[in-house]
């Protein structure tokens, strides 16, 4: 429910693009503080970047929603956990995404 409200309804009705887009080139800081910005900044139809609120917004609704499946978990606490376990997982997802090709080059045998 979260990658559909974060990643389909709320970036079409608020004109923003969630898709992560991999450097590839830079220092190894320099790409970390890219991917790790992403799930704050995202870029809009118009090609400028904002704040990601197709994100955080996509994913509060996720949180909100799943509270129909569990009321008695309804608290503030236990919503803004699950708020930040799902960003922070998203983060660490594009850090994976920039990092992993290298990664991989490096680990692979030669034949």
């Known amino acids: 429910m979260g990658n559909l409200l974060s990643e389909g309804l709320s970036p079409a009705v608020l ?58 978990n309804r608290n503030y606490h236990v919503n803004a956990t699950k708020l930040v376990t799902q960003v922070g997982s998203d983060a660490l997802s594009q850090v994976l995404k920039e990092f992993w090709p290298d990664i991989r080059r490096r680990v692979k045998c030669k034949k």
């Open 15 to 72: 004109h923003q693009d969630p898709r992560y887009f991999r450097r590839g080139s830079g220092t190894v800081k320099y790409r970390l503080g890219y991917a790790l910005s992403r799930v704050i900044l995202a870029r809009n139809d118009a090609g400028g970047v904002g704040f990601n609120y197709s994100e955080w917004l996509g994913i509060a609704s996720a949180v909100a929603i799943s509270n129909a499946y569990y009321p008695d």
